[in-house]
């Protein structure tokens, strides 16, 4: 699970937003290795270390079960794409690069002259978006 959770979060993320979705996950398994510890000794403390292992044994039964049901995420890949000038003053154009075939999302931040973009590489690629933009 070590390795497949951060790459589940970084493809489920919205467009726009995996850096804050990398950055909460960060922080909660930081906040879960102190908190696993701290209850790992006060079981060990109070009723032994039989009572730690079960408890380890009972996690990972837990995270199997829900390992085994996660199901795989699309395959898409994440874009950024930078805007000219006259595209900014669109205010559809996120709609219109939604609305591409091959697009699973898309965001505009106009702050940083920026499109986030979401999209299947089977059915697109930057060079169509960047064509599509540039027709804005």
């Known amino acids: 699970m070590e390795a497949l959770l951060p790459s589940l979060i970084s493809k489920e993320a919205p467009?726009?937003?995996?850096?804050?979705?990398?950055?909460?996950?960060?922080t909660?398994?930081?906040?879960?290795?102190?908190?696993g510890g701290g209850m790992g000794g006060a079981?060990?403390?109070?009723?032994?270390?039989?009572w730690v292992f079960a408890a380890g044994a009972l996690l990972c039964a837990l995270?199997?079960?829900i390992g085994v049901s996660i199901k795989e995420p699309p395959y898409l890949s994440s874009l950024r794409i930078a805007l000219p000038d006259d595209a900014l003053d669109d205010s559809?154009?996120?709609?219109?690069?939604?609305?591409?075939?091959?697009?699973a999302e898309a965001?505009?931040?106009?702050e940083e002259r920026s499109a986030y973009v979401k999209i299947d590489r089977q059915k697109?690629?930057?060079?169509?978006l960047e064509a599509l933009i540039g027709q804005a």
């Open 15 to 26: 467009a726009g937003y995996k850096g804050t979705a990398m950055g909460v996950y960060s």
């Open 107 to 110: 965001i505009v931040v106009p």
């Open 43 to 50: 079981l060990f403390q109070f009723h032994g270390a039989a």
């Open 92 to 103: 559809a154009l996120a709609q219109k690069i939604r609305i591409h075939p091959g697009v």
């Open 124 to 128: 697109t690629n930057r060079q169509q």
């Open 28 to 35: 909660t398994q930081f906040i879960g290795v102190a908190i």
């Open 63 to 65: 995270w199997l079960i």
